[in-house]
């Protein structure tokens, strides 16, 4: 059985993706018209914390693509330039 494992990093990737999006949406949100410094300071924190979920998530899926393109060269170039061994003894 064929193990997709790049579909697995992908689809990871897009989970941390989301999550870091959905954090910005319920932590961070909609900055302040006017805050406190301690009120600016928690919403950078917050906002900081979901831009390093969502970059990390972008990577993760980038690797996943990247790993699912050079194992789909890897099978293409396979079966396009090796033969499959010949018996000896059939000549």
Do not use: H
Request: a positive charge; charged letters at 15%; aromatic letters at 14%.
């Amino acid at each position: 059985m064929k193990r997709p494992w790049p579909s697995f990093v992908i689809a990871a990737g897009i989970v941390l993706s989301f999550a870091g999006l959905t954090y910005d949406i319920i932590f961070a949100g909609i900055p302040y018209q006017d805050p406190s410094p301690q009120l600016q300071a928690a919403y950078l924190e917050n906002a900081m914390y979901a831009t390093k979920l969502i970059r990390i998530g972008g990577f993760v899926t980038f690797l996943g693509i990247v790993a699912a393109v050079i194992r789909y060269a890897i099978r293409f170039v396979r079966r396009q330039f090796v033969t499959a061994p010949t018996d000896i003894r059939s000549n």
